[in-house]
């Protein structure tokens, strides 16, 4: 590389313009890390600082600008090239050929902007630098968020400046607070109207399959995200759920909320509504950065109307996606099940409703009907994501479950589903008549107990299932309190419910429709059979077994202690 500053340096105005991109190529290609990187970056800067559209006076043309930006790009994608673009006069620098660029060569202007976002993610500095008085480069992320000319491209970056720039909250607290509190006179809107008027736009572009729009949206909603998370936190505002450690203590997402915020939560819906089941993944991005968002807005009665508005269609007695007593144990093999079983019918139904808004040439339209309704669109998503990653009546643990996972994502299933219940969950907790569609969905008076309740091959018997998960900690512990918060947090109405109670409770054990009585361990109809003779051993095993389920289920929050009835008998053998 010492070679190429040599290169770079013998270079004069009267060069000839195919040996200066012969250089800057080079430059770009170069795979070399030495000393001499420093003062190539610098001197780039120093002949890009004085390039304007129509120049041709300088050793770098306006005709350069795009290669010249490529090359400061590539030299600073490692710590020491970056560390010279990380000052404030050369972020000046690089923002100002920007909007030089802007209306004559926007190749140019996004590569200096991508120079900053390279150097955004490498020197973390650099985000105070960028967004403090002398630079005010986030502000001007903001105006390319707002301006009227769509561009997919400008607005991705732009949405990755400020991602960045909001990442760390012991340097960006200050610039979070002013951005979403201020409106200076450069803007028509406030950032909450024009973070709502982007992801409109995006999701629309995104369902035309405009290119760059997918990676746009991923970015605007990781850097709504930010300031939904920390902007409750720096402010004066309503405590309206107690989860936290108090005043005096560090606040909890969801724990505080500002009506400064308030308009964010609509155009969120209107995202989360409009995307259906991605792939590989199920919940690919965007649509699990959405639901990332939407879980730090709280359910208070300021926003119920808009989280479910009264408008929203009913539901009808099943489930929505598959019908909750049909659909047992299927033996079809994995691939079989993902292309022709409840997958790919679910998926159709999800995408069934927006296929219009796709056929759409314009990214103006609010992009989904106006009478959504979230709440069956989480749980349909969450039928779709739950047969996708346990097909059939497949065991929670099972290898196949997380070999699944780990060729689809980087993500473990924890960190992809858990997120999606823990909305449905937030949903029923605030809204009682929420919880009652779920409740009819998931449990309806007609259920089919002929089988045992964790064998179904349907939702409720994959959740019953990930109730005694090893491997899914938290989706073992959020399938539970799903399950208890539809039974309206009454331990007693859902052990009655899914079998296990009855035992705990000590019941003669509860009748379905038919009059028929339900088996208080298994939920199923009760069956006559004959005494079971087991030897001392087999009936110590399987006490074992009894031990370990309740003691999942106590841990999980299905069960409360003083219901476990294993911990009863210890607890009575003790006192006698």
């Not at 659909?327 to 691939?335: H, K, Y």
Request: aromatic share 4%; net charge negative; charged share 20%.
């Amino acid at each position: 590389m010492a070679d190429l500053l040599v290169s770079y340096n013998a270079l004069s105005p009267s060069s000839p313009r195919t040996d200066i991109t012969k250089v800057l190529n080079a430059l770009i290609s170069a795979p070399t890390v030495d000393d001499s990187r420093e003062a190539l970056v610098a001197a780039l800067l120093s002949d890009i600082a004085s390039c304007k559209p129509g120049s041709t006076s300088g050793r770098l043309h306006h005709t350069d600008a795009l290669l010249a930006l490529s090359a400061i790009k590539a030299l600073g994608r490692h710590p020491s090239g970056s560390s010279v673009l990380a000052s404030a006069s050369n972020l000046s620098i690089l923002l100002t050929v920007s909007k030089n660029f802007s209306g004559s060569n926007l190749d140019a202007s996004l590569e200096a902007l991508r120079c900053i976002a390279n150097t955004l993610l490498l020197i973390e500095s650099a985000r105070t630098t960028l967004t403090s008085d002398s630079v005010n480069g986030g502000e001007y992320a903001i105006l390319l968020m707002e301006v009227k000319i769509f561009v997919p491209r400008y607005h991705f970056i732009a949405s990755r400046i400020l991602f960045l720039a909001t990442a760390s909250s012991a340097t960006a607290d200050s610039f979070i607070v002013s951005i979403v509190e201020r409106k200076p006179s450069g803007r028509t809107h406030s950032l909450i109207d024009i973070i709502g008027l982007r992801l409109d736009s995006l999701t629309s572009a995104l369902l035309n399959g405009t290119r760059m729009a997918r990676e746009a949206v991923v970015d605007l909603l990781k850097f709504a995200f930010n300031i939904l998370t920390h902007y409750p936190k720096l402010v004066d505002c309503e405590r309206v759920v107690e989860i936290g450690s108090g005043d005096g203590g560090v606040r909890v997402m969801g724990e505080y909320w500002s009506d400064r915020l308030h308009g964010i939560l609509p155009p969120l819906l209107r995202t989360f509504n409009s995307l259906s089941a991605g792939s590989p993944s199920p919940l690919a991005p965007p649509l699990n950065h959405v639901i990332h968002a939407l879980l730090a807005i709280p359910y208070i009665k300021s926003l119920q109307a808009v989280w479910l508005p009264p408008t929203s269609p009913t539901s009808g007695p099943g489930s929505p996606v598959s019908t909750s007593g049909g659909n047992l144990a299927s033996d079809s093999p994995r691939e079989t099940s993902r292309h022709h079983g409840a997958f790919d019918r679910a998926k159709s139904m999800l995408s069934a409703g927006r296929r219009s808004l796709s056929r759409s040439s314009s990214p103006a339209p609010s992009p989904t009907p106006p009478n959504h309704d979230t709440l069956l669109h989480a749980y349909g998503l969450l039928e779709v994501s739950l047969s996708h990653y346990f097909p059939g009546t497949v065991e929670s643990d099972d290898a196949s479950v997380r070999a699944t996972a780990k060729a689809e994502s980087e993500s473990t299933l924890d960190e992809l589903l858990a997120p999606l219940v823990m909305l449905l969950l937030k949903l029923v907790t605030g809204d009682t008549g929420a919880r009652d569609r779920v409740r009819e969905w998931l449990l309806p008076p007609n259920l089919d107990r002929t089988v045992v309740l964790e064998s179904r091959a349907d939702t409720l018997g994959r959740l019953l299932r990930l109730l005694t998960s090893v491997y899914h900690t938290r989706l073992n512990s959020m399938s539970g309190e799903l399950l208890y918060a539809v039974c309206n947090h009454d331990a007693m109405q859902l052990i009655s419910q899914v079998g296990y109670g009855n035992v705990a409770g000590g019941a003669s054990g509860s009748a379905d429709l038919s009059g028929a009585q339900i088996n208080p361990i298994t939920g199923a109809i009760q069956e006559e059979r004959p005494d079971i003779e087991m030897t001392e051993e087999e009936r110590e095993h399987e006490a074992e077994k009894l031990f370990v389920l309740f003691d999942r289920l106590e841990r999980s929050g299905a069960v409360p202690q003083d219901a476990n009835p294993v911990r009863r008998a210890i607890q009575r053998s003790f006192a006698s």
